[in-house]
């Protein structure tokens, strides 16, 4: 059976004559959404242009960031203090007006997390191009830069510590595998709560959620018949997005687009 192909967002007019009907809401992915994958994660900045563009979008509706990075860390990169941001994959979630969130069970795992952290850094340190990342609740492994002939021995060492600590689950992205606490919680389970915190259940609202990566499946899978998913990239087959947008200047386009469309 053939993969239906995604309609481009950007030049749907049916979508944005919802959005004059409906108050739109964004969720919205950090690296390779609001920013180009580079090959170091810390030198993935974010331009001043789609910062303004996030400024007056937030002035106009919800916009809240979720990511795979730490919360502190994403909050520090966009800059942006009316905007909510559910980090370490939504583990944590601050947001305007005192909204705090820490996810209790994960908590119990921080122990885990660093003796798996101080075995890996042990493991990959004679791995040329291997990146070792600390978050708060997860470890993520990249291996963006290191040669062909390599990667496949990251990826088994990394599967040998997974076997060390059952309780970790092993996650997949671009170039990067993540050691999380193995509990039932993702992208999507952030997006559920922040759309019952934020009172955003209702259908007067249209909720989008844009992002490029696996782990941006699970918010495109809750939102199937309660929003809109937007993949950034190719076209990618079994996705559960319903749009797509090519890249990062498309995604800027189409949030400016938006906030025409709003006004």
């Known amino acids: 059976m053939q993969q239906k192909k995604l309609i481009i967002a950007l030049h749907d007019e049916k979508l944005f004559n919802q959005i004059s009907k409906q108050r739109p809401v964004f969720f919205l992915d950090y690296d390779g959404t609001l920013t180009p994958i580079v090959n170091h994660p810390e030198d993935a900045l974010m331009s001043e242009s789609m910062r303004s563009v996030l400024k007056e979008l937030a002035e106009l509706c919800t916009v809240a960031i979720v990511s795979g990075r730490d919360k502190k860390d994403v909050q520090k990169l966009v800059g942006l203090d ?66 062909k002939d390599i990667v496949s021995k990251i990826k088994s060492l990394v599967d040998k510590v997974q076997k060390q600590f059952p309780h970790l689950r092993k996650g997949f992205g671009k170039k990067v595998l993540e050691l999380q606490p193995d509990i039932d919680w993702n992208k999507g389970k952030a997006v559920l709560w922040l759309m019952k915190k934020l009172n955003l259940e209702s259908d007067k609202f249209l909720l989008f959620y844009i992002g490029d990566d696996l782990t941006d499946e699970d918010a495109f899978d809750v939102l199937q018949d309660k929003g809109i998913g937007i993949l950034v990239g190719d076209q990618v087959d079994g996705t559960k997005a319903h749009y797509l947008l090519h890249n990062v200047k498309e995604v800027q386009k189409f949030l400016e687009k938006v906030i025409t469309q709003i006004k």
């Open 82 to 147: 009316e905007l909510v941001y559910a980090g370490s994959h939504g583990f944590e979630i601050s947001g305007p007006d005192g909204m705090e969130m820490h996810n209790e069970e994960a908590e119990k795992f921080l122990s885990t997390l660093g003796k798996a952290e101080e075995e890996l850094k042990t493991e990959l340190s004679s791995l040329n191009g291997s990146q070792l990342e600390r978050k708060k609740y997860s470890i993520a492994i990249h291996y963006r830069n290191a040669e």
